[in-house]
C-alpha cells in the first residue's frame, strides 16, 4: 500500500494571511492530484503534477511536485474565506499494472473573515 | 453533462440486508473506482476499473462486489449490510488517470 502522509491535518488561519500544505510519501507516483472537497458534496480537482519538479499555479494557488515524485506542496498566498475546505492529495501508482489512485488523509483549512 | 451520477443519495439499512449503490458517467471514461470516506481516514480506495469487463480491488474490498458490463455503468454491491459499512460512498470516474470526477456521494447507514 502507497501511504500518502498530509500536514498539518488541521489549519485555521486568518484572512489574507499564506499558508502552504504538505503531502510526503515514501513512494514514487507517476502523477500526483490534488483536491478541494467542501461538506455534502464529492472531491474537485484542482490540479495534476506529472513531471518531478513542475511548478503550476491556480490564481493563488501553487502546486509542487518534489523532484523525486515522492512528495507534493500547495502554497496559498493571500488566503480568502473562499479558500475554506477539505484540501486532498492523490498519488496515482508508478508501476506497470497498478492503477490505483491513493489519497491523504487531508487537511481541512479555515479561513477566518 | 450529468457527469458522475449516484443513487440513492441516502440510504439506511439494517444489519444483514443487501443492497446495490448506483454510479453512471456520461463522459466515456474508461476509469471508475469506488471509494470510502470515514471521519480522520481519508478516502479508501474499495474496487476500481480500467474499462468494461475489467475490475479490480483497492484497499478495502471485503463486504463489496463490482461489475462493469457497459463504459457507463459502475455499480457497488453490499452483499451483507455490516455497521462498519456505515460510511460516505464516492464514485469516480477519468479518462486518462490524470484528474478524476467525483460523484456527489452516497451517506449509508447501517443499523
Known amino acids: 500500500t502507497q501511504l500518502l502522509e498530509q500536514s498539518p491535518q488541521f489549519l485555521s488561519i486568518q484572512e489574507g494571511e499564506n499558508l502552504t500544505v504538505y503531502c510526503n510519501s515514501s513512494?514514487?507516483?507517476?502523477?500526483l492530484q490534488w483536491y478541494r472537497q467542501e461538506p455534502g458534496e464529492g472531491p474537485v480537482l484542482l490540479v495534476t503534477?506529472?513531471?518531478?519538479?513542475e511548478v503550476k499555479k491556480l490564481k493563488r494557488l501553487t502546486f509542487q511536485f518534489g523532484d523525486a515524485r515522492k512528495d507534493s506542496s500547495l502554497h496559498i498566498t493571500a488566503a480568502q474565506p473562499g479558500d475554506t475546505g477539505l484540501y486532498l492529495c492523490?498519488?496515482?501508482?508508478?508501476?506497470?499494472?497498478?492503477?490505483?489512485?491513493?489519497f491523504g488523509t487531508g487537511t481541512r483549512l479555515t479561513i477566518i473573515p | 453533462n450529468a457527469g458522475v451520477t449516484q443513487t440513492p443519495k441516502f440510504q439506511v439499512l439494517k444489519t444483514g440486508q443487501s443492497m446495490t449503490l448506483q454510479c453512471a458517467q456520461d463522459?466515456?471514461?474508461?476509469?471508475m473506482s469506488w471509494y470510502r470516506q470515514d471521519p480522520g481516514m481519508g478516502l479508501r480506495l474499495i474496487h476500481y476499473?480500467?474499462?468494461?469487463?475489467?475490475?479490480d480491488q483497492g484497499e478495502v474490498p471485503n463486504g463489496y462486489n463490482v461489475s462493469r458490463s457497459t463504459t457507463e455503468d459502475f455499480p457497488l454491491r453490499l452483499l451483507s449490510a455490516a455497521p462498519s459499512q456505515t460510511s460516505v460512498y464516492f464514485c469516480?470516474?477519468?479518462?486518462?488517470?490524470?484528474?478524476?470526477?467525483f460523484g456527489s456521494g452516497t451517506r449509508l447507514t447501517v443499523v
Open positions: 463522459m466515456n471514461h474508461e476509469y
Open positions: 503534477v506529472v513531471t518531478g519538479g
Open positions: 513512494s514514487v507516483f507517476s502523477s
Open positions: 469516480a470516474s477519468s479518462s486518462n488517470r490524470n484528474g478524476y470526477t
Open positions: 492523490a498519488g496515482e501508482g508508478s508501476n506497470f499494472g497498478n492503477e490505483k489512485l491513493t
Open positions: 476499473s480500467v474499462g468494461a469487463g475489467i475490475t
